[in-house]
């Protein structure tokens, strides 16, 4: 038998204690980005205000332009798994009708709407990019429900012919909401506020190269849903009170007796200390990561659909090539000294590439291991097999140091 936590008062009371713990030790950027995630909660649950989920990459600079709350499900599911507020979640979502065998971000989110934890939202928005999963849950979720189901098909063509037909879906995707939600801003105040956080985080960008043990890595897999932020105003200020934290931190460490490594995929979103666990135990810095990145396209008043077009296709995701070429720009910027993939269960985004990661670390003489399990579900992480894993990357990565 499930048995739930208390549902809404739970999940708002977790986000205030974590606003309250990160001011008390003057992280101001982390308490800020959290208070802004207590702000949507309450206002879809005790203030009843309508909301759209979306799927992580729908821009959120034209989301921000509507008078409506937005959900990106990935970051609200995130918060779920952290706080385990259901055990075995991707059982619990079976139970209650969620199709086997896909990804338990959308598991985890289909039980907080079935379990009354979050109220049902007024519609579903999704791009075909970057995860197949998503979409379908989006799509699935907005027939159930019978709710508008607004849809960004992202075909393989070239890519001239790419940008102009997805600019086209924006500007569609724009009209659309128009007839639904009223605007509460403007696209030059938007375009505004996402470059000048996209100028800050390229500032950030190129401290870390220059200083990667000054960064606390978690901070980065924390804070990268920001990339859903652009756009508001909020986000410029929590950029800069993270670079200032950045900043006055200055660690020295010995770069040829510590092994930098390189992190890909996500992490187990339960187990807050595994980062740090591995670093002690391998006596090693994980100083890289690819998911705090938001590309360098900036916006523009006049192509507004255009720019958020050109900034997925060339995202390092958007193709295979373009992710290992961003991989191994990563590992040389860094000096990595080995390389760690944390393959997702039932992801079909990242995984499949490791193959000809691993191929390619091959030849640069770069360790790479491969960890197996759920970041969402505790009850497919086996971290006993892991660490078994990690004592042999160790004796290769001190090996090769």
């Known amino acids: ?47 009843k205000k309508e909301y759209l989920v979306a799927s992580y990459y729908v821009p959120g600079e034209l989301l921000e332009l509507f008078d409506v709350q937005t959900v990106y499900m990935e970051r609200f599911a995130g918060l ?3 706080w385990r507020l259901f055990e075995n979640p991707a059982e619990k979502a079976e139970a209650q009708g969620f199709p086997s065998g896909r990804c338990s971000y959308q598991a985890l ?3 907080l709407i079935e379990s009354e934890i979050i109220p049902k939202p007024v519609g579903f928005a999704a791009l075909s990019f970057a995860c197949k999963d998503a979409w379908t849950y989006c799509r699935d979720a907005a027939e ?30 724009y009209e659309q909401l128009k007839t639904t939600f009223p605007l509460k801003t403007n696209i030059e105040k938007v375009v505004t506020a996402s470059n000048e956080a996209q100028e800050i985080k390229h500032e950030i960008d190129a401290f870390k190269i220059k200083n990667p043990e000054s960064v606390n890595i978690i901070d ?11 756009g508001k105003e909020s986000t410029v200020q929590i950029l800069k009170d993270y670079k200032d934290k950045i900043e006055e931190t200055n660690v020295a460490v010995d770069r ?15 187990k807050n200390s595994l980062l740090k666990d591995i670093e002690n135990k391998l006596d090693c810095r994980i100083v890289g990561e690819e998911m705090f990145d938001f590309g360098t396209v900036k916006l523009s008043n006049n192509r507004f659909f255009e720019d958020l077009a050109r900034r997925i296709i060339s995202s390092r995701f958007f193709t295979w090539e373009s992710r290992m070429e961003a991989i191994f720009k990563s590992a040389r910027d860094f000096d990595i000294k080995g390389i760690v993939h944390f393959s997702h269960r039932n992801c079909g985004f990242l995984p499949p590439l490791v193959p000809q990661i691993r191929k390619k670390a091959e030849e640069e003489k770069t360790p790479l291991i491969e960890i197996q399990g759920d970041v ?3 009850a ?22």
């Open 1 to 47: 038998m499930f048995q739930n936590k208390k549902p809404m008062n739970g999940l708002l009371s977790k986000l205030d204690l974590a606003v309250r713990f990160h001011e008390s030790r003057d992280e101001h950027y982390m308490a800020h980005y959290l208070r802004n995630q207590y702000d949507v909660l309450k206002n879809i649950t005790e203030c």
């Open 80 to 82: 779920a798994a952290a």
């Open 109 to 111: 989110f289909h039980s």
């Open 144 to 173: 159930q429900y019978k709710l508008p189901f607004y849809y960004i098909d992202i075909p393989k063509t070239n890519e001239k012919d790419q940008l102009t037909y997805l600019a086209r879906q924006f500007e569609k995707l």
């Open 220 to 230: 980065s897999f924390k804070l990268f849903p920001l990339y859903n932020d652009l």
């Open 256 to 270: 040829h007796n510590i092994a930098r490594i390189l992190w890909l995929g996500i992490v187990p979103l339960y």
């Open 376 to 378: 969402v579900d505790p």
């Open 380 to 401: 497919y992480f086996d971290e006993q097999q892991m660490w078994e894993r990690l004592d042999l990357f160790h004796e290769q990565l001190h090996r090769r140091t």
